[in-house]
């Protein structure tokens, strides 16, 4: 009797560890409540608007899902920070190394190296650059969510509990909140939705979806052809096995992929709305 062939396994990457992956869906779940809850009261004179409220249980509980939301985007940018000092501790020994080190996620003058030959290799001029770990526009994403839970954040808990914020600054201070925390929303929400939804799933080499921030995992290939710098640096130091592990089977995948175009379609949906609404019925 002839012996089954053995199918051998290409090997992946391990990019993201668990607890990033989760706290990355966890901040996806929580950004699309905040996006469509706050765009429908921020629109609640449309009929879009009044539709997704129905979709909520009514305008009062929008208005709760929104705040529970922002309590899970709290909680998500926490624990990162948590996660950061653990990192700090466990592989870099000092924070130093970690803001400052090759793999830091500060800006730094290879990034503007980057978007410089970037520029050059858009308009066929030169060659692609050879990015490291961090590209300067995941960089550029990374950094917003700071601005934005500041911003955003504060913003947003000051209208949440004005009597409180209140005893210490003037009354007026809350319309100056609602103005920035309306806008700011409305801006990173357009932003989310069509600059990093192209710049993660849609450029040519990754269209149609990017699944690694879901997986933590990539084919090796993909990390020579998209990651040429750090590839290269984990082979010549020998760490390159280190991080090789097996891939998800296709069921784990096909449920991922399930999750990752219903927030595609649902973000590319809120554009259109937010879109129509700015043209045809702003107030």
Partial sequence: MAQPTMVKTEKHFQRFTRLERILHILMIISFMSLALTGMTLKFSYTGWAVFMSKVFGGFESA????????VIMFGV???????LSVTKRREYGGWKALLFGPNSMIPNRKDLQDFTASMKWFLGRGE?????RWTYWEKFDYFAVFWGIFVIGST???????EFFTQFMPGWMLNVATIIHSDEALLATGFIFTVHFFNTHLRPEKFPMDLVVFTGRMPV???KL????EFESLK???KLTDYLVD????????????FAWAALATGFMAVIWIVYAMIFAYR
């Fill in 226 to 229: 998209d990651k040429p710098a």
């Fill in 247 to 258: 891939p998800y089977p296709p069921v784990v995948i096909r449920a991922i992929r399930v």
């Fill in 156 to 162: 947003g808990l000051s209208l949440w509990f004005p």
């Fill in 221 to 223: 290939y993909e990390l």
């Fill in 77 to 83: 940018f926490a624990a990162h920070i948590y996660d």
């Fill in 128 to 132: 692609r650059p050879q990015y490291g």
């Fill in 236 to 238: 010549a130091k020998g």
């Fill in 63 to 70: 208005g709760f899902i929104h705040r529970a939301a922002a």
